[in-house]
């Protein structure tokens, strides 16, 4: 079955700083991934999502995540982080063969200090 | 275009009622899917629908349950009510296209069981 882990559940980082959001997953076939933001008091929103081709994908917001494969990981970057960052981070994981069903990491709640 | 709405967003009960949530996606999109979010479980996946069947179910007791209209609105219900049962539940949708198309999540409805 696969399942998803975020090593970190709070990850907080000074403003104007790089920051990586770490996502190990596992599972025994091709799988899609993706990365939601949840705002306080919202719902989740794609960021970004890798479904095939190159492992270097770019998203919303200055976002980006790169897909290795042999270390199963997709971890989220971005190079310099806003107060606007603030939010909860997921990410999630579906099989190729059952697309429909999206598996989510716990979450990582990302606090930028001014 | 209008997002996914969800009513009510917010919603008391108390132990042994029942409950019934609302979600009408967007326009155009033809699956409904439900999750509950709590601060211990995370993201967990209920069900989806498409076109009035439940297509997927995840794994929840039977007083959990759900429905999708013509239009492809979807209700949820919860019978018997726990207190565990309060948590923050989103519905997606997506469009449904031959292959992993993104979900848009409504704002949640927080139900807290008393």
């Known amino acids: 079955a696969q399942s998803v882990t975020q090593l970190d559940s709070q990850v907080p980082v000074f403003e104007e700083a790089p920051v990586e959001l770490r996502c190990n997953y596992s599972?025994?076939?091709?799988?899609?991934l993706f990365w939601y933001v949840q705002y306080p008091n919202q719902g989740l929103q794609l960021l970004l999502k890798?479904?095939?081709?190159?492992?270097l994908v770019k998203g919303i917001n200055g976002f980006e995540a790169e897909f290795n494969k042999s270390q199963t990981s997709f971890h989220l970057r971005k190079p310099s982080v806003h107060i606007s960052d603030t939010a909860e981070y997921f990410c999630?994981?579906?099989?190729?063969?059952?697309?429909?069903?999206?598996?989510f990491g716990p979450g990582t709640s990302l606090s930028v200090i001014p | 275009k209008a997002g996914v709405t969800q009513t009510p967003r917010y919603l008391i009960k108390t132990r042994g009622q029942q409950v019934t949530l609302s979600c009408s996606p967007i326009s155009g999109h033809r699956s409904v899917s439900w999750y509950q979010q709590t601060p211990g479980q995370g993201l967990q996946f209920l069900f989806e629908?498409?076109?009035?069947?439940?297509?997927n179910k995840g794994n929840f007791p039977g007083r959990f349950s759900g429905r999708q209209f013509s239009n492809s609105r979807s209700e949820m219900n919860v019978s018997t009510l726990e207190l565990g049962d309060s948590a923050l539940y989103l519905c997606?949708?997506?469009?449904?296209?031959?292959?992993?198309?993104?979900?848009?999540f409504g704002p949640g409805t927080r139900l807290t069981v008393l």
């Open positions: 890798y479904l095939s081709g190159s492992t």
């Open positions: 599972s025994s076939v091709s799988v899609y």
């Open positions: 629908y498409f076109s009035e069947t439940q297509r």
């Open positions: 999630a994981v579906s099989e190729k063969t059952s697309y429909d069903k999206v598996i």
């Open positions: 997606a949708s997506r469009r449904v296209l031959a292959g992993p198309d993104t979900q848009y």
